[in-house]
């Protein structure tokens, strides 16, 4: 795996790609894996102007090729998140109600919880059914912030 690490208007971030597929986003706080290549390629170089660029308001959807590993079921749910619209919201429940299972919501906040890709699969756009901002590996300030951007595009 290897791994670039820029500053960004939300702070220091790395991303990591295997094979040349983005595979991970990573927020200053998180832990980085161990036994990663610290490298710049220009398949990480292009994930970088990707997310700059949104977070600058310019571009609303990535054309990255992404490979988040996990489970077929948070497969499932990452696909789902990244047909959700830019600059709106859905909530756990109603990606739930499209996976066929109504009552999976907790399994959805599960998956979205475990998401290696956020921003570029954007589980920042899912909230709490009561319209509360609720979870978010990058914490509610930057989940917050991201809608608030996304509104304003």
């Known amino acids: 795996m290897k791994l670039y690490v820029q500053n960004t208007l939300i702070g220091s971030v790395g991303i990591a790609e295997h094979d040349g597929s983005i595979t991970n986003l990573f927020f200053a706080k998180d832990k980085l894996p161990e036994g990663i290549e610290h ?19 310019r571009l609303k959807a990535f054309s990255l090729p992404l490979a988040p590993a996990g489970t ?8 789902i998140l990244s047909e959700i619209p830019y600059g709106t919201t859905v909530s756990y429940r ?8 109504p009552l999976a919501a907790r399994a959805v906040g599960m ?3 475990r998401n290696p890709l956020p921003v570029f699969i954007p589980c920042h756009r ?5 319209g509360t901002l609720a979870g978010y590996r990058g914490g509610l300030a930057l989940k917050k912030l991201l809608l608030e951007l996304e509104r304003a595009s």
């Open 72 to 79: 077929p079921f948070m497969q499932t749910v990452w696909r």
């Open 126 to 130: 899912v909230i709490g059914s009561d």
């Open 94 to 101: 109603d990606v739930a109600v499209v996976l066929g299972n």
């Open 39 to 57: 490298v710049e390629t220009e398949g990480l170089s292009e994930a970088f102007l990707q997310l700059d660029s949104y977070l600058a308001g």
């Open 111 to 113: 998956a979205n919880h």
